[in-house]
């Protein structure tokens, strides 16, 4: 039902009248560089197992963007990292979902798997597996990560412009 | 309970094993400008009735942020505007909210009050009813975007560092 003052359907309870409010969620991450490596994730969990990604996951409550991407950095591949900027914003209106995506710095090339991933590894250019990436995503941030090296304070990127249809093939 | 393979408390349905995850909601509005004036509205709902605030409200499932805040302004104040950049993110990771503003143009300074909001004003900067914003974050964004002008192609600003007595405040 559409609760009064409102202008949508939402799940309200016919005893109380509590209502259910539905919202798209935030996915952080992190293009994490030691040196001209980065760090990268092969996942241990549905969808996509096997699959390369790089840090990320779904901002939990009671914290900000930026730890949320420290946190998946941490939780994924076991890495500290210093936030650099915000390098892109993804909006996946298809799937409700808004990708925030750092960039960042390992203090130190120390890193392992975390529950979520079967293995870690810091990769050149030349090692990523483009053939094997878990999302559409993950190849945008490394082109785009690539392309502002040296670059600082810019107006975070969006979706490349050749992306559509990349983008209907990035639900998670 | 915490889920199996999870780090966290969820709410988790008993008989099917259903996880309701709750996640942090996405604020998205819009500094708006037609000349030397920016488009205010004049809370008509809780909380903080009678308060001035811009154009802004919880992103909506199936929308980008850019929608969103194009969707507020016409909800709040039945303006027409064409986004221009990403002025401010705020973290209020204490209420869990994600706060995106957006610069925008207005296409004419036709306006008038939406069905949330009593009055809507194009006020010049001496105008602004500082002891009457329902929001610290109103002040945050009208003085960044003040701040910008002219500028272009700069990375999304945060909470001003005078901001922690104001974030505390800030809840909506």
Redesign the interface.
Known sequence: MVPD?D??ERLVCADCGFVR??????IVGAVCAWRDRILMCRRA?PPRVGMWCLPSG??????????GARREVW?EARATVDLV??LA?Y?L??I?Q?HLMYRARMRSPDCAAG??SQEVALMTWDEVPWDALAYPNVAWALRQHRAMRGR?????LGIPAQGPADEAAAGR
């Open positions: 003052g202008n949508r409010y539905e919202n798209p969620r935030v969990i779904f901002m939990e409550l009671g914290e900000s963007t930026e730890d939780e900027d915000l914003i909006n209106s298809h409700s808004v529950p979520e600082a304070n810019f107006a975070p």
